[in-house]
């Protein structure tokens, strides 16, 4: 019954910046973790960035000072700000999410997607 859905994503030039949101809807008792993914034409799928149930995040390297995971409980929804944009980061970038429902005391949840193209 829960559902991520992913929006945010688009073209930009290299400098530029963009804000992802991932919602979660459904019967939702806690998100317990959420996390950002990316996956680049012909490459296998990376974590980007990670964010616990407490606030601590962590980020890939080469995303590290220029992009930032938050998220807003209140809302269930989390967030992907990436500021600096460079080409090597066109990708389609997936939202996940650790989730606790009513059913399931935990499981792992995906968005559909969305598409980042950075131009140079």
């Known amino acids: 019954q829960v559902q991520l859905v992913e929006s945010g994503g688009g073209l930009v030039q290299a400098g530029g910046s963009l804000r992802l949101s991932c919602a979660a809807s459904?019967?939702?008792?806690?998100?317990?973790?959420m996390a950002w993914y990316r996956q680049a034409p012909g490459k296998e799928r990376e974590l980007v960035a990670q964010?616990?149930?407490?606030?601590?995040?962590n980020y890939a390297d080469p995303v590290k000072g220029r992009f930032t995971i938050s998220r807003d409980n209140a809302k269930n929804t989390g967030y992907l700000q990436m500021n600096s944009l460079k080409p090597e980061d066109t990708a389609v970038y997936y939202c996940?999410?650790?989730?606790?429902?009513?059913?399931?005391?935990?499981?792992?949840?995906w968005g559909q997607g969305t598409q980042v193209s950075v131009s140079s």
């Open positions: 459904g019967t939702i008792f806690s998100i317990n973790s």
């Open positions: 996940n999410a650790k989730i606790r429902s009513w059913r399931i005391a935990e499981a792992n949840y």
């Open positions: 964010i616990s149930s407490g606030g601590s995040t």
